[in-house]
């Protein structure tokens, strides 16, 4: 067994799915916006899909939004080496709220996708 697919909630699914293609370098897997459906996948891994889930219920607005707020990461992506991800990606002008650091766990950093989630990124 192995994972297909999984999803994050976003804000809006076509501005999500620009920002994960044009900023963090993802790849389309399936588009149909009449449906609001965005579907991408890493270069590096490209037999799953992360579907940019629209949070247009109370439920999953609550989640999202109580994450956010907490200062927890919705998802974790991983890199073979942050520092440079985090230079790229702030080039880019994507903003972090945790700068890269190392502990046991390896090292992260946390940025926030502009479509309502925090994301962290884990060196591989």
Known sequence: MRI???????DDPSTAYDFYTEKLGFEKLMTMPE????????????????LLEPSDNSVAQAYKKGLHKLGVPAIVFGTADVQAEFERLTALGVPFTQEPS?????TTAIFDDGCGNLIQLHQD
Not at 4 to 10: D, E, L, Q, T, Y
Not at 40 to 46: L, Q, R, T, Y
Not at 102 to 106: H, I, R
């Open 4 to 10: 297909k697919m999984c999803s994050i909630h976003v």
């Open 35 to 50: 449906y609001q459906l965005y579907v991408v996948k890493s270069p590096d891994d490209p037999l799953v899909g992360l």
């Open 102 to 106: 190392t502990d046991a766990a390896g």
